[in-house]
């Protein structure tokens, strides 16, 4: 689950722990960047 894997980009940090931090913004362009991916 993609909630729960560490991203590198941001210090192996996990998408729950950024938005505990505040960034949500991180997480939302993260997302954004995997989506990205999938649709081509």
Not at 5 to 23: V, Y
Not at 30 to 38: N, V, W
């Amino acid at each position: 689950m993609v909630k729960n894997e560490p991203i590198p980009a941001c210090r192996h940090k996990t998408l729950l722990q950024l938005a505990q931090e505040g960034r949500i913004d991180d997480a939302v362009d993260y997302l954004e960047s995997i989506s990205a991916r999938f649709t081509g």
